[in-house]
């Protein structure tokens, strides 16, 4: 769940750590209801669970890595310069941070929002685009020039292979690499 130097990305680095849920949707991943089911309905997660773990803000990215003490485990990135939203859904005792790309729209719950926000958008802001342009060439295979006829078939190439992908995490990996290598992908509706 802590960040290892072979979990970085060149040029990496943690600039903060927080315990957090990761949350799902029950149906996504084939998970059966369990019995605080009707607890998280009171808390405004039906059909919904809280995988634990920590979610790591670098300077490219949020990291979210599960505890190995869940029905779901493993790991997932949302690259910042994909990030089109971050809003504060706390409600009551439950600190909700909904982070939005042009494709997905994730859920986390964890402490101190509006300060853990600002310090997303300062990392968000310092990245520059050829930064961005950087990250999405080791992204997708080492140091190569994007070429728009081969972004449009990995862009068609990812889209043909979330329709095989059995596991949601690794969907939303796909969806965050293609969002940050092209524009040409339709948003979800």
Do not use: C
């Not at 990215?61 to 493993?74: A, D, E, I």
Request: charged content about 20%.
């Amino acid at each position: 769940m802590n960040v290892d130097d072979s979990d970085l990305l060149a040029g990496e680095r943690v600039v903060i750590s927080k315990p957090a849920n990761a949350i799902i949707r029950l149906d996504e991943h084939g998970l059966s209801r369990f019995p605080a089911d009707q607890l998280m309905r009171v808390m405004g997660y039906a059909g919904k669970e809280g995988i634990g773990g920590k979610l790591h803000l670098t300077n490219y990215r949020l990291l979210f890595k599960s505890h190995r003490v869940n029905r779901l485990t493993g790991a997932f990135s949302i690259y910042l310069p994909t990030i089109t939203a971050l809003h504060d859904r706390s409600r009551w005792i439950a600190k909700k941070l909904e982070v939005a790309t042009r494709l997905q729209t994730f859920e986390f719950v964890v402490w101190g929002v509006p300060a853990f926000i600002s310090t997303i958008q300062t990392q968000a802001g310092q990245i520059t685009a050829m930064q961005a342009a950087e990250l999405a060439a080791s992204q997708a295979g080492g140091g190569l020039q994007k070429n728009a006829t081969v972004v449009k078939d990995m862009a068609r190439f990812a889209l043909e292979a979330l329709a095989v992908v059995q596991n949601p995490l690794d969907a939303a990996n796909l969806l965050n690499l293609l969002d940050l290598v092209t524009d040409d992908v339709p948003a979800s509706g």
